[in-house]
Structures are given as C-alpha cells and as structure tokens.
RNA sequence: GGUUCCUUGGCCGAGUGGUUAGGUAGCGGUCUGCAAAACCGCGUACGGCGGUUCGAUUCCGCCAGGGACCUCCA
C-alpha cells in the first residue's frame, strides 16, 4: 500500500511529504474551544478535519497522539483593551453561574455534538485552568531570558525583542515594522511598551472571580500561553502537527511560536495545518458576527434559516465534500443535496452484502483502489476520494442489477475498500433510524406484503397500489423487483 | 490603509495547459402494470479585457466583484 502522504504546510506554505518526527509515531495538538456557548457549525470543521486527519494516521499505521485543548480560561473579550472582560467570566456573571458551571455546561455540550459527529476523542483534552502552574513556569523562563515584563502586576511578551533575536510574523507572513507603521493607535494600552506586545499574565480586577496567586499578582494567565505551555508538556519540545482554524493563523499561533521559540530557542511544530472556514451568505459565521447555527439547531432543524433537520452525518459528509482549505458556503440547498448523496453512499453500502459473485469481473477494482488512496495521500483531498467511492456505487449498484460482474475476490477487495474509505477513513455511520420494535414491525410489513403479492398475482392493482400508498404514508418504501420486492423504513 | 485568498454549469464543490470530477436539482431514455430505486444519455461551466502559447478555465498583466486576517473568533 502506498502510504506517501502528503500535507499542506502553512509555515511553508508548500505541500510537504508528511515525516514523522519518531518513526510510527505521531504527535498532533490542535486548538479546541472556547467554552463560553454552544458549539455552532464552524466549530464542526475543525473537528472533522482533524479527526480525518486523526483517523488517517492510524490508518497508516502510526501511533498517534492527539491532544485538543478546552480553553476555559483567559480568553478575553478584547485583548486590545484594558477592560477586556474573560469570556468565561462574563458568561458567568450573565447567567449567574460559577465559572466553571459554565465551563461544564458547554464543555458537556460539545463532548455530545463531537460524538454526534462521530469525531473520535482525543488522547489528551488538556484544560487551561488546570496548568496554571505550567504556564507560570514558562512566564518565567521568559522574564529570565528577557522576553516578557512585568508591569502593575500583569506580564507581557516583549515582541520587539523577539523579533530582533529571532523574527515575530513567519507564520501569518508579516512584519512586525509594516505592522506597526499601518496599525492604528488605540487606546488604553499604555501599559504595554508596544501595542503588538500580549498579554502573559494579566493581574485580575476586584470583582474578577477566576484567579491565581503568583508572584506578579492574583490574576490569570493570557489566552497565547495555554498552548504553548500544554503542547510542549505532552508532545515534546518539537512535534509533528499543529491545527487549528485558519483565523487563529494570527496573532494565536502567532505569538504561540513566539513564546515557545523564546523559550527553547527553537520552532516546535513541524507541520503547522489549518482548516478554512465555514461561510454564510458568503460571509464568516462567527459568534461574534452572530451570524451562527449551533449544531443542536442543525440537528433538530429549530432556526428561522433552516427549512428542516440536518442529521449530523449529513453535516459530517457536507463537510468533507468540500476539501478543508476551501471555504465552505452553508445553505440549505447544499445540505440536502449532501444529504442525498450520503442516502446514495450509504444504500451502496449496505448492498455490498447482497452481491452475487461471478467467474469474471467487468470493473476495475485495482484502480479505484488506486485512486482513493492517491486522493486522500494528496493533502486528505476529501471530495476526490469521496468522487472515487461514488463511481464504486455505480458498480455496486450494476453488479446489484446484474449489468456488471465482480469475482468473489473483486468483492471483497471492493467491501474492504469501502468498508475503510467510509467508516474508518471519513468516519462516516448508518443512522437509519433505530426503530424500537423492529421485529414486530418486519412481521406486520412482511404480513401486508404477502396481501400485495397475492393482489399483485390477481393483477388487482388497486389493493397493490392502496397498500404500498399506506405503507409509504408512514414511511415505509417499497421497491419492486423483477424478482420480488424490496421494503425500507425511510429515513428523515 | 497593509497582508493574503477567492470568482467553475440552478445549487454545493473538485481539478487540469489540449481528454468525464463528483454530489444534488432539471430533461430524455431503459426497466416497471404504474411507481420507486437503479442504470444509460443530455444540457456548449469555468467573472471581464488583454498577453504568452499550436492551444488557457488552468500561466502572466490589468479591471470588476467578494472573502479572510490586521480586535475576539474554529
């Protein structure tokens, strides 16, 4: 098998072959949320992204750490401003909850939509919250190595020295000088000694509620650092893959090269890859634009803009129809038409058992086999590879009508191969409805049925007709076939 | 204003210097008692204007439109 796999890399902005660091094994950190609301359908890409990714790896055979974090702490409002309020806090205070009953909550709910999902957990879920000690030690080692001062009790990283020692903006591809000569000045930040300088540790007001004693002050460490401080300790000093979502290319990853190269002296991630983003009317859905369908919305259909429930295969499959750097437009023509050709995918699927062999085969196996894995191995192009299986339906589904034949051998290859592509690989699932009673309903279908045979031997066609109507009412579709017939309960 | 990306058929979305992406929707056909499903076929898609080339949707330039980042964001 071919395993020459090739990924985007934004540092280098060229597709590279992907090496790992330690033979067999793979160390992966990738951005989690935010926990201060609901998971909305942006969040949904970088999920399945790297859990394609994820998925892919161990396909290969690698050993595969994978850490995502929960930010649950120190992610402000408005970092530029002194008021800047911490996400959490102020959905706490809103609420009227503890800090960390918010975090829960929405912790919780995202746990249940990336399992909807079918996204596999990580390894490793580090919280924020929970290396405050971690983080106070890199803080250190950066005042000690002059990066970072103190001042009225917060810390901030001294990006002009960086970038003479080593050079701030490699990442996002910009210069600190261009950067400072076209930034607009804003108010109240004289406490840093440059506006592009960030936080490290911001000394908490009076009414702040989440807060930890230092030696610089009772406060909270800045958003930057918890990834810096959390990647390092649980995949090394250099690792293989760090992803997140294209709008945290700056200042987040950013800054975090800086803090993390100013303290080791040298860049840590080999394989920076990042996911596009999901649009709406052409535009970012953000929760700060407003302009979001959390995925519980999708999955109930409760949203003015939508015109009904999307099941979230049908938004997993939607995803990776499109490849991850692309934009991605939401529209709910889109989502059922995605809808529709994951029904297509997974009918094929399900075929694969009731296929007769034959001596011969009329279709090329081999090659689709070939095809697939040049797709996925080209930077996990999702929607070639997902093109390919749909040309393996259209043999299924002809084997199925006896206009193409496959060997026993041919079969098998071809189950296998799908069996990979689509479970393994893409992570995709049946969600036919699980019907409570489903033996007591086969018997009363099966029972109507024989009514409808016989009607249909008596060439009554109004019974045959009248029956398969009722059937169909409530959701029952039948299929003649030449050779009988065909009934199944019709998804939503 | 700075940096950068994009513009593909009704919709979503791949890709390529000359050969079918795929899904979905539409149309025609086969099959069927009629359907459904499936299969087969179809519709002159590559923002505009120039240039390079034997040949450009694909390379270059200009123009138009849109997006992302430069605040928090997946």
């Known amino acids: 098998m071919d395993s020459s796999f090739y990924l985007y890399n934004s540092l280098t902005r060229t597709t590279e072959l992907f090496t790992p660091l330690v ?9 989690g949320p ?40 120190g992610h402000l409002e408005d970092e530029a401003e002194e008021t800047g309020e911490d996400k959490i806090a102020k959905k706490a205070r809103l609420e009227q909850l503890e800090p960390m009953e918010v975090v829960q909550k929405y912790m919780n709910t995202f746990h249940r939509n990336m399992a909807d999902l079918n996204t596999l957990p990580p390894g490793i879920e580090p919280r924020a919250s929970g290396h405050i000690i971690e983080q106070q030690v890199m803080i250190r080692r950066l005042m000690e190595k002059g990066y970072a001062y103190g001042i009225n009790g917060s810390v901030y990283f001294d990006v002009v020295k960086y970038d003479r020692d080593f050079r701030y903006g490699i990442l996002s591809g910009r210069n600190l000088e261009e950067m400072m000569s076209n930034s607009r000045q804003l108010e109240g930040q004289q406490e840093k000694r440059n506006p592009y300088d960030f936080a ?39 690792f293989d893959i760090h992803g997140g979502g294209m709008d945290l290319q700056f200042p987040h990853h950013e800054c975090e090269i800086a803090q993390s190269t100013a303290v ?27 302009n979001f369908i959390t995925l519980d919305e999708l999955f109930s259909g409760n949203h003015p803009l939508l015109t009904q429930a999307y099941s979230p295969m049908t938004i997993r499959f939607f995803i990776l129809q499109a490849h991850y750097r692309s934009t991605l437009d939401f529209s709910n023509e889109a989502l059922q038409a995605a809808g529709k050709g994951l029904e297509k995918l997974m009918k094929a699927v399900a075929l694969l058992d009731k296929l007769k062999t034959s001596g011969s085969s009329s279709a090329d196996i081999s090659a689709l086999e070939q095809k697939c894995s040049e797709a996925i191995n080209d930077d996990l192009n999702s929607p070639v590879l997902i093109a390919h299986l749909f040309d393996g339906v259209r043999i299924i589904n002809s084997v199925y009508d006896g206009s193409v034949t496959l060997t026993a051998e041919d079969l098998e290859k071809l189950r296998k191969l799908f069996y990979t592509y689509v479970f393994d690989i893409l992570g995709l699932k049946n969600e036919s409805s699980g019907t409570a009673q489903p033996e007591l309903i086969s018997g009363l279908v099966e029972l109507a049925m024989q009514i409808r045979t016989n009607a249909r031997n008596n060439k009554d066609w109004g019974t045959s007709d009248f029956i398969r109507n009722e059937l169909a009412r409530i959701g029952i579709v039948v299929k003649d076939r030449k050779d009988g017939f065909e009934w199944e309960i019709k998804g939503d």
């Open 23 to 31: 033979p067999g094994k793979a160390g992966m950190y990738v951005c």
């Open 34 to 73: 935010t926990v201060y609301s609901n998971a909305h359908l942006g969040h949904a890409r970088p999920a399945i992204t790297f859990d394609l990714l994820y998925r892919y790896l161990l396909h290969l055979g690698y050993q595969v750490r994978y850490v995502r974090n929960i930010t649950d702490v």
């Open 200 to 238: 490290l540790w911001k000394k908490a007001a009076p009414e702040h509620i989440m807060r930890w004693p230092s030696e610089w002050s009772e406060g909270f460490p800045g958003w930057h650092l918890e990834c810096s401080a959390m990647s390092t300790k649980y995949l090394g000093e250099v």
């Open 264 to 290: 080791l002296g040298h860049p840590t991630v080999r394989y920076w890859v990042h996911n596009n983003m999901i649009t709406i009317n052409g535009q970012k859905m953000a929760r700060s634009l407003g």
